[in-house]
């Protein structure tokens, strides 16, 4: 009784993830539209932008405090670049970035929503689930590496194209090792579970 | 599978029906419409032994091996 109210209520959490996961793809492409078309009723120039990493920002004017002249600068961080009349094509492969970590997350909610659905209905050891937790586990590595990879990418383009003085564009690899773990223990999780079908199979088939 | 269920046969012989032998050895029709059909992929000692039993047979009665065409 305990775990069946536990069930109803990640059903309902996931439910409400794929309803926000659906508005924020909805959302991407409004996006992705006014900014392609220029329309004149809403100011698109305060949405382009692109998120930026960078390595280092030197402040040019030193903090003075106490009568003595501190230089500063900031490092590590990320932020949107805003600049006039540059071509900010580098906002469509972030949207494309952004499209894709959406599309995974959809697909992940959508393989979550089917597994549940047969939990409720009594449905555990079924060969389906397995396919559906390897096919989350597939998912995660996925979302994992290919935002990742149009990220690098892009953050190459943009460090060759755009040179700021006292600023250092970052153009690294990110390899998000914690969600490739995390795909793989679930790819692992799916084959034991697909294991354990089997055997109720046979269990079932034993007279 | 290479091995094949007589039960059948043995029911005929026994002039009795799948009804009544799982009604005789406590095992559902649904079970045992698995094991004369051939779907079942493994079979308990205990089960052979009361069918064995009602049905006045031997295991090698029930049970046969017909090796498979390789194709």
């Known amino acids: 009784m305990e775990n069946r109210k536990l069930l109803v209520i990640s059903k309902s959490i996931i439910n409400i993830f794929w309803v926000l996961q659906i508005l924020f793809v909805l959302l991407l492409v409004v996006y992705t539209l006014l900014l392609v078309f220029h329309v004149d009723f809403i100011n698109t120039d305060i949405l382009r932008g692109f998120k930026i990493h960078f390595k280092s920002i030197d402040f040019i004017q030193p903090l003075m405090h106490d009568g003595q002249a501190y230089k500063m600068k900031l490092t590590n961080g990320e932020g949107r670049l805003h600049a006039d009349s540059l071509n900010q094509n580098f906002i469509y492969f972030r949207i494309l970035a952004a499209f894709i970590d959406s599309v995974m997350y959809l697909l992940i909610f959508y393989f979550l929503r089917k597994i549940l659905k047969n939990l409720t209905s009594d449905n555990f050891f079924i060969p389906e689930n397995g396919k559906l937790i390897k096919n989350i586990g597939y998912s995660i590595i996925a979302l994992a590496i290919v935002p990742e990879v149009i990220h690098y990418f892009t953050d190459k383009m943009i460090s060759r194209s755009i040179s700021i003085e006292n600023v250092v564009i970052k153009s690294e690899f990110h390899f998000d090792y914690q969600t490739i773990l995390l795909g793989i223990i679930v790819f692992v999780i799916s084959i034991v579970f697909l294991r354990g079908v089997e055997l109720k199979e046979e269990q079932d088939l034993t007279i | ?71």
Not at chain 2, 42 to 57: H, Y
């Open chain 2, 1 to 71: 599978m290479a091995i094949v269920t007589n039960l059948d046969v043995q029911l005929a012989k026994n002039k009795m029906s799948l009804t009544e032998l799982s009604e005789r050895i406590g095992i559902t029709i649904a079970n045992l419409s698995i094991l004369k059909s051939g779907k079942a992929k493994a079979i308990r000692f205990s089960t052979l032994e009361k069918i064995c039993k009602e049905l006045n047979c031997t295991p090698g009665d029930i049970l046969e091996y017909v090796p498979e065409e390789e194709s």
